[in-house]
């Protein structure tokens, strides 16, 4: 099976479905990651530029990624990207590495890239385009520190229907995001190591089990 994991940033998928993507790859599953934005000069230093490209690299082969895939848009400043050269994009990795599950950040979150990412992504997955792509399931994640921002609006709620148990993976879902140093945050901000244990142990909670990760089941082809 094929699994694609499409970040507006580079640390949201391991805040999202880092521990079911180890799950699916320790079930046998290929691996494949777009990481839509990048840090710039002059807004951020060389060093910093440089030290994020290389967090990237790290984590996807810490994850076993088949593809890593990165566009390059602007952090930021996706807003003021044409929502159709998005489109193209996204289009384009997507028909390239035709995945059968596509995991995606929620479109109520805070953070304008993270809506901006998931418009352009649903508008390239139409259900009559899905099939063709290869593409089956579409679920979204809850990213900490975003999901969890939103304003308090019913259409902004994250309300999940899906749970991965991620009780033997959750170790090392949190010393993959220590791989993010410019990114994590220190205990008791939303990215500290403590809130995404406390988070993965409330859903588990939800299920019965010690640790998991909530999706919401966007569509499905069957």
């Given at each position: 099976?094929?699994?694609?994991?499409?970040?507006?940033?580079?640390?949201?998928?391991?805040?999202?479905c880092?521990?079911?993507?180890?799950?699916?790859?320790?079930?046998g599953a290929?691996?494949?990651?777009?990481?839509?934005?990048?840090?710039?000069?002059?807004?951020?230093?060389?060093?910093?530029?440089?030290?994020?490209?290389?967090?990237?690299?790290?984590?996807?082969?810490?994850?076993?990624?088949?593809?890593?895939?990165k566009?390059?848009?602007?952090?930021?400043?996706?807003?003021?990207?044409?929502?159709?050269?998005?489109?193209d994009?996204?289009?384009?990795?997507?028909?390239?590495?035709?995945?059968?599950?596509?995991?995606?950040?929620?479109?109520?979150?805070?953070?304008?890239?993270?809506?901006?990412?998931?418009?352009?992504?649903?508008?390239?997955?139409?259900?009559?385009?899905?099939?063709?792509?290869?593409?089956?399931r579409?679920?979204?994640?809850?990213?900490?520190s975003?999901?969890?921002?939103?304003?308090?609006?019913?259409?902004?709620?994250?309300?999940?229907?899906?749970y991965?148990?991620?009780?033997?993976?959750?170790?090392d879902?949190?010393?993959?995001?220590?791989?993010?140093?410019?990114?994590?945050?220190?205990?008791?901000?939303?990215?500290?190591?403590?809130?995404?244990?406390?988070?993965?142990?409330?859903?588990?909670?939800?299920?019965?089990?010690?640790?998991?990760?909530?999706?919401?089941?966007?569509?499905?082809?069957f």
């Amino acid at each position: 099976m094929k699994i694609l994991v499409i970040s507006p940033h580079p640390d949201d998928e391991t805040l999202g479905c880092g521990g079911t993507l180890l799950r699916h790859k320790a079930e046998g599953a290929e691996l494949n990651w777009i990481v839509v934005t990048e840090t710039y000069a002059p807004k951020w230093s060389a060093d910093l530029v440089e030290r994020k490209a290389k967090e990237v690299d790290d984590v996807g082969k810490a994850y076993g990624m088949h593809k890593v895939r990165k566009l390059g848009f602007p952090t930021i400043q996706l807003g003021e990207i044409s929502l159709s050269v998005l489109m193209d994009k996204i289009r384009e990795a997507i028909e390239e590495i035709c995945p059968e599950t596509v995991y995606l950040v929620h479109a109520g979150d805070v953070h304008t890239d993270h809506h901006a990412v998931f418009t352009a992504t649903m508008s390239v997955l139409k259900t009559f385009y899905m099939s063709k792509m290869g593409v089956k399931r579409i679920l979204c994640f809850e990213t900490l520190s975003s999901t969890e921002a939103a304003p308090a609006l019913s259409h902004r709620l994250f309300i999940p229907n899906m749970y991965s148990d991620i009780t033997p993976y959750i170790e090392d879902k949190i010393a993959i995001m220590g791989k993010y140093e410019t990114e994590a945050q220190p205990d008791p901000f939303p990215r500290g190591f403590s809130a995404i244990r406390a988070l993965a142990r409330y859903r588990g909670a939800s299920i019965g089990v010690d640790y998991a990760e909530a999706f919401m089941l966007i569509r499905e082809i069957f």
